[in-house]
């Protein structure tokens, strides 16, 4: 059922009228000088208008849905008044960081009594806020909890005043970045970086964290970093080692050490490859092209476990290793090559007598779904080299850094969910029966590969509901600062701006935070440094660096304080309306409600004199607030 509002007039002054909104939670602490501007606010998500959550009522449930729907046009109703009523909104998985709960009603000239309660079973209840003694009309209220596990929320009607409607236009349920989701980057770049100067203000005197790029990475809210290893870097074209090793395993020692140094937890990205290694190219290390089957699956657990050893051993144990890097067609191509039809790198192709001279880890995609007996087996022989590979890998992992976590790295391309729905089954039932198994399933969000926001969300809850057991990440994300005119990505809503940039990657953020069961662990953008940079050249100073203002989503977007953001009120025509002096505010780090005061911008004379809505900006010591005054006919006011 559908239910029109009255036209909505605003009041207050302009500026403050602009701060105002319901996703401002805090105004996040000043940063030090950066380059551009980009205006970051602690994320907040409405989880129960994801599409995986769900409504049912002790009446007309075929309706309920439309409590959720983010629509305050839309209603559900009980078939009949007599209370008690319920609603119960399922938010298909636990979370351990929703704070906020807001419930708008249908009828905004009458009085609500109910009871809101949470569980994480739907058989135990806590209450979360208890409004049945309301004696005030209003069409809804903001209430602020702390409830770790929280699947389920219920709302119960004890009554409501007059003839008014038992029903609910929305009830919203805000989660908000948790603690422990990891954000950090890919910094394997800091190795060619050495030379440069990074400053968080390189033209102040006091020029902030710096002057190493990690020192302005974990200054900005970085906490963790990745470092992608070549087994012997060669030069993409023509296959001959690189005169200066980057990103080779002795340099990497290094760079280790660095990150390690600066308390940031340290990720390995095994490439089993000389050069990069991506889908659209596997290639083997030149070390191990010509080895027969047996012995390149040796060569691999051999290699792990060496280095992971040399790396516990000089004290920067890796929190985490991705066994291959995004390895959706398998890695490490032979003599399959043919059957994949790869041409990338040069020096794969143009030396193919030694490159596919033995078979690999490639995986022959073309006959997925085949019914040919022969294409059949070549698929499943594949699917049988790729994952004993793989689990020699994780093997070694398990063996010599028992306390790092395993990764799986893929990508899901735009629509092209079903495939790495293959990949995790295929893979996880093989590797299992090897005696393996890793931990982080992980794929890889570029929009102009990988589809629009939703679809990363979507992909993610596939994930995560298909293979509860496992942890899912976003291994690698970016978007650009500039070009294009400024014109969005393909498949982004975001300009190529520096804001752009921050809003593009706040959105991955929250994609990975809303998973169901906090089954997403983390986020790490790639190369900020060197790919869709976060940093520019200050062009006044030789060889020195300074961030976008866009780094900030690091340290800006967990909310310390949230507020109760918004106050519904009701007036009669020409009335006077009652604004509260102070409101309730949450503190995230003890868990406490507090009451602060508010304010409020003057009503100018005339503002309730007809009947509709009237917004009026209000401001606290840390944050804005909304009052949606309604005004109504007098004698429509049903206080009980």
Same mark, same amino acid.
């Given at each position: 059922?559908?239910?029109?509002?009255?036209?909505?007039?605003?009041?207050?002054?302009?500026?403050?009228?602009?701060?105002?909104?319901?996703?401002?939670?805090?105004?996040?602490?000043?940063?030090?000088?950066?380059?551009?501007?980009?205006?970051?606010?602690?994320?907040?998500?409405?989880?129960?208008?994801?599409?995986?959550?769900?409504?049912?009522?002790?009446?007309?449930?075929?309706?309920?849905?439309?409590?959720?729907?983010?629509?305050?046009?839309?209603?559900?109703?009980?078939?009949?008044?007599?209370?008690?009523?319920?609603?119960?909104?399922?938010?298909?998985?636990?979370?351990?960081?929703?704070?906020?709960?807001?419930?708008?009603?249908?009828?905004?000239?009458?009085?609500?009594?109910?009871?809101?309660?949470?569980?994480?079973?739907?058989?135990?209840?806590?209450?979360?806020?208890?409004?049945?003694?309301?004696?005030?009309?209003?069409?809804?209220?903001?209430?602020?909890?702390?409830?770790?596990?929280?699947?389920?929320?219920?709302?119960?009607?004890?009554?409501?005043?007059?003839?008014?409607?038992?029903?609910?236009?929305?009830?919203?349920?805000?989660?908000?970045?948790?603690?422990?989701?990891?954000?950090?980057?890919?910094?394997?770049?800091?190795?060619?970086?050495?030379?440069?100067?990074?400053?968080?203000?390189?033209?102040?005197?006091?020029?902030?964290?710096?002057?190493?790029?990690?020192?302005?990475?974990?200054?900005?809210?970085?906490?963790?970093?990745?470092?992608?290893?070549?087994?012997?870097?060669?030069?993409?074209?023509?296959?001959?080692?690189?005169?200066?090793?980057?990103?080779?395993?002795?340099?990497?020692?290094?760079?280790?050490?660095?990150?390690?140094?600066?308390?940031?937890?340290?990720?390995?990205?095994?490439?089993?490859?000389?050069?990069?290694?991506?889908?659209?190219?596997?290639?083997?290390?030149?070390?191990?092209?010509?080895?027969?089957?047996?012995?390149?699956?040796?060569?691999?657990?051999?290699?792990?476990?060496?280095?992971?050893?040399?790396?516990?051993?000089?004290?920067?144990?890796?929190?985490?290793?991705?066994?291959?890097?995004?390895?959706?067609?398998?890695?490490?191509?032979?003599?399959?090559?043919?059957?994949?039809? +790869? =041409?990338? &790198?040069? $020096?794969?192709?143009?030396? /193919?007598?030694?490159?596919?001279?033995?078979? !690999? #880890? *490639?995986?022959?995609?073309?006959?997925?779904?085949?019914?040919?007996?022969?294409?059949?087996?070549?698929?499943?022989?594949?699917?049988?080299?790729?994952?004993?590979?793989?689990?020699?890998?994780?093997?070694?992992?398990?063996?010599?850094?028992?306390?790092?976590?395993?990764?799986?790295?893929?990508?899901?391309?735009?629509?092209?969910?079903?495939?790495?729905?293959?990949?995790?089954?295929?893979?996880?039932?093989?590797?299992?029966?090897?005696?393996?198994?890793?931990?982080?399933?992980?794929?890889?969000?570029?929009?102009?590969?990988?589809?629009?926001?939703?679809?990363?969300?979507?992909?993610?809850?596939?994930?995560? +509901? =298909?293979? &509860?057991? $496992?942890?899912?990440?976003? /291994?690698?994300?970016?978007?650009?600062?500039? !070009? #294009? *005119?400024?014109?969005?990505?393909?498949?982004?809503?975001?300009?190529?701006?520096?804001?752009?940039?921050?809003?593009?990657?706040?959105?991955?953020?929250?994609?990975?935070?809303?998973?169901?069961?906090?089954?997403?662990?983390?986020?790490?953008?790639?190369?900020?440094?060197?790919?869709?940079?976060?940093?520019?050249?200050?062009?006044?100073?030789?060889?020195?660096?300074?961030?976008?203002?866009?780094?900030?989503?690091?340290?800006?977007?967990?909310?310390?304080?949230?507020?109760?953001?918004?106050?519904?009120?009701?007036?009669?025509?020409?009335?006077?309306?009652?604004?509260?002096?102070?409101?309730?505010?949450?503190? +995230?780090?003890?868990?406490?409600?507090?009451?602060?005061?508010?304010?409020?911008?003057?009503?100018?004379? !005339?503002?309730?004199?007809?009947?509709?809505?009237?917004?009026?900006?209000?401001?606290?010591?840390?944050?804005?607030?909304?009052?949606?005054?309604?005004?109504?006919?007098?004698?429509?006011?049903?206080?009980?």
């Amino acid at each position: 059922m559908r239910t029109r509002h009255p036209a909505r007039s605003a009041v207050g002054i302009t500026a403050l009228t602009t701060l105002v909104s319901t996703a401002i939670l805090a105004a996040p602490t000043p940063a030090q000088a950066v380059f551009g501007t980009a205006d970051i606010k602690p994320i907040e998500s409405n989880i129960a208008a994801k599409y995986w959550a769900s409504a049912t009522a002790s009446s007309d449930s075929s309706t309920a849905r439309l409590a959720i729907d983010g629509d305050p046009t839309t209603s559900w109703y009980a078939d009949r008044r007599s209370a008690p009523h319920r609603l119960t909104v399922d938010l298909g998985g636990a979370y351990d960081n929703l704070r906020k709960v807001k419930v708008i009603f249908p009828d905004r000239d009458a009085v609500h009594r109910y009871v809101v309660e949470a569980s994480s079973d739907g058989r135990r209840w806590g209450t979360i806020a208890n409004n049945s003694r309301n004696q005030v009309a209003s069409r809804g209220a903001v209430h602020l909890f702390t409830r770790p596990g929280t699947r389920f929320v219920r709302l119960t009607f004890t009554d409501v005043s007059g003839r008014a409607n038992v029903g609910v236009s929305e009830i919203q349920v805000f989660n908000y970045l948790r603690d422990d989701l990891i954000l950090g980057a890919d910094m394997s770049w800091v190795d060619d970086f050495q030379t440069r100067q990074y400053w968080v203000d390189p033209l102040a005197a006091d020029k902030g964290a710096g002057p190493h790029l990690l020192d302005v990475s974990k200054d900005r809210g970085m906490e963790y970093a990745r470092l992608r290893i070549f087994n012997e870097p060669r030069n993409e074209s023509n296959g001959e080692p690189t005169p200066i090793p980057r990103q080779g395993p002795e340099r990497s020692l290094d760079s280790a050490r660095w990150i390690k140094q600066r308390d940031m937890g340290l990720g390995i990205d095994f490439h089993y490859a000389d050069s990069w290694a991506d889908p659209s190219k596997q290639p083997k290390p030149r070390a191990w092209a010509e080895l027969e089957f047996d012995d390149l699956n040796q060569a691999v657990y051999d290699f792990s476990a060496d280095y992971l050893r040399r790396l516990i051993q000089q004290g920067t144990t890796p929190d985490k290793v991705a066994v291959g890097n995004e390895i959706i067609n398998g890695f490490m191509y032979g003599s399959e090559a043919a059957l994949i039809g +790869t =041409t990338n &790198p040069p $020096y794969f192709a143009n030396q /193919a007598d030694i490159y596919q001279s033995k078979p !690999g #880890g *490639g995986l022959l995609w073309r006959y997925w779904g085949s019914t040919n007996p022969v294409e059949q087996q070549l698929y499943n022989e594949a699917w049988d080299r790729f994952t004993t590979l793989a689990a020699s890998g994780i093997k070694a992992v398990r063996d010599t850094s028992p306390t790092s976590k395993v990764e799986i790295h893929v990508i899901v391309g735009t629509d092209r969910l079903a495939k790495t729905m293959e990949f995790w089954h295929q893979f996880l039932t093989r590797v299992k029966a090897k005696g393996q198994n890793p931990d982080v399933l992980a794929i890889s969000y570029y929009s102009e590969w990988h589809g629009t926001p939703e679809a990363l969300e979507r992909n993610l809850h596939t994930m995560a +509901t =298909t293979y &509860p057991d $496992y942890e899912v990440e976003v /291994a690698e994300t970016s978007y650009p600062a500039s !070009g #294009g *005119g400024g014109a969005p990505m393909p498949n982004s809503p975001f300009p190529r701006t520096v804001q752009g940039q921050a809003d593009a990657i706040q959105r991955v953020f929250q994609a990975a935070n809303d998973v169901v069961n906090n089954q997403g662990i983390g986020v790490l953008v790639w190369e900020p440094a060197g790919w869709q940079t976060m940093f520019r050249a200050v062009p006044e100073l030789t060889n020195t660096w300074e961030p976008h203002a866009s780094i900030n989503v690091f340290n800006a977007s967990q909310a310390k304080h949230i507020v109760e953001d918004t106050v519904y009120t009701t007036t009669v025509a020409k009335g006077t309306p009652v604004l509260p002096p102070s409101v309730r505010v949450l503190t +995230t780090a003890n868990n406490t409600v507090t009451s602060l005061p508010v304010r409020w911008q003057a009503l100018p004379a !005339g503002a309730t004199d007809t009947p509709g809505e009237v917004i009026v900006s209000g401001m606290t010591e840390v944050g804005p607030v909304t009052a949606v005054i309604d005004v109504v006919h007098p004698g429509r006011v049903r206080n009980g």
